[in-house]
């Protein structure tokens, strides 16, 4: 397939859709990458009720927090809208009850375990007629995997469903301030078709949130890193001033 | 011709201007500014690095102009909690110059990217907390931004306290100076 000519997902998110050259390519799952109170989730949260807006039903699976506490910090924003979640354009799955409903009581799932809960994520993609999936995180999920092996079967069996369903999916990666990497265990960031790493920059005393694309498969993207803002109008972007001394956190 | 006539015609054609007054003229030429924008009826984004949001409100108030099209972004405050009404933006230091970039940006989006004009007070005091490289960077990539859509950046400066190297710069990004009396 020509990588130009590959259908395309708008985040929506200003400025974001520009440095992906048009979109995310359909059908790629990207890691959205970075440590605590860098906006892993209003990223997330925005790009499904950009899609919502456009008729391009979401599927939200919070696995670190129970997804109506998550959907009452939505609130203040002026792109929240109810209605999408009442109406179910936005369905919001909280991972500690499909693990309850499959019967998935044990602390390391083994093949079988993987291949549940891969089976129900995928009926609700079916069903849903989901074009937008977010899973908060990968992080949490991959905890009770515990081995690369497993980890690497795991996300290569959810990038099928989605790139068989012709979906876009954002799998949130959680990092240690310190981390070297994008993602915890290492494996994540290899089998991703995309990563869009955010972070804390401490620059002479102010933290700026910044974004920057790291890789994203199909398609040429921005490699700049750029300050994102979250604003009641969403996230908003400009490029990242050089000058001056930093330090990356 | 007077200040007020001075700044229509340059308005007209100039999308960037310096503005350099004397201390004497400087509040004045502010005016001047907000009355032209309330005569032009487009909205005003008032970018405060020198002088509160509510100082100037007051004075706005006391002389009897319309604030309905006025909106503030105030980083003097030094404080995140000091938001005091819906208008008025704040951004914790004027060392987050990107955060003043995308606030104007908000701004922007807000008002449906309708006419505006911009003012920056000061460069005098941008430059007190920044260094110039970033400073520049700063004046390139929000003119950059500003430059496809209808709106005007008038840049304050108090013309006797500008080091030469900050004169240089200014003169290098605007379009046009505007002298004060």
Known sequence: MNVESKNRCLTGISGLDALLNGGIPRGNSVLISGSCGTGKTTIS??????????NENGLYISATEIGSN???????????????FDSGKIEVLDVPKIYEELKLT?????????????DYIGKKIEKGEIKRLVIDSLTSICYRLRTEEKIREFIIKIEKKVNDNGITALLVSELLPTAKGYSQYGVEEAVADGILLLGNLKRRGDLLRTLQIIK???TAHSR??????????????SPLLKGGTVMSL | MTTKDEIKNIMED?????????????FRTIMDIINVAIDKDVYVFYVSITIPSSIIKNVLDSYGMSLDKVYFVDSTAYSFG????KKTLVVESPTMLET???????????????????????????????????????FHVLITMLRPSEARLFIISVAEQLTPELSNVLELISDVTLEGS
């Open chain 1, 45 to 54: 949260l925005e790009f499904l009720i950009r899609g919502a807006e456009t």
């Open chain 1, 70 to 84: 998550v959907m009452n910090n939505l609130v203040p924003f002026d792109f929240f809208k109810q209605e999408y």
């Open chain 1, 106 to 118: 044990k602390m390391e799932f083994d093949k079988d375990d993987i291949d549940k809960f891969i």
């Open chain 1, 216 to 218: 994203m498969r199909g």
């Open chain 1, 224 to 237: 700049a890193e750029y300050v994102m803002d979250i604003t009641s109008i969403g996230i908003l972007i």
């Open chain 2, 14 to 26: 100039h999308g960037v201007i310096l503005s350099k007054s004397t201390l004497k003229d400087y």
């Open chain 2, 82 to 85: 000091s938001q005091t009404d």
């Open chain 2, 100 to 138: 003043l970039i995308i606030k104007i940006q908000y701004l922007q989006k807000i008002t449906g990217n309708a006419s505006s004009i911009i003012i920056l007070d000061s460069a005098n005091s941008l430059a007190i907390h920044n260094d110039l490289t970033i400073l520049s960077e700063f």
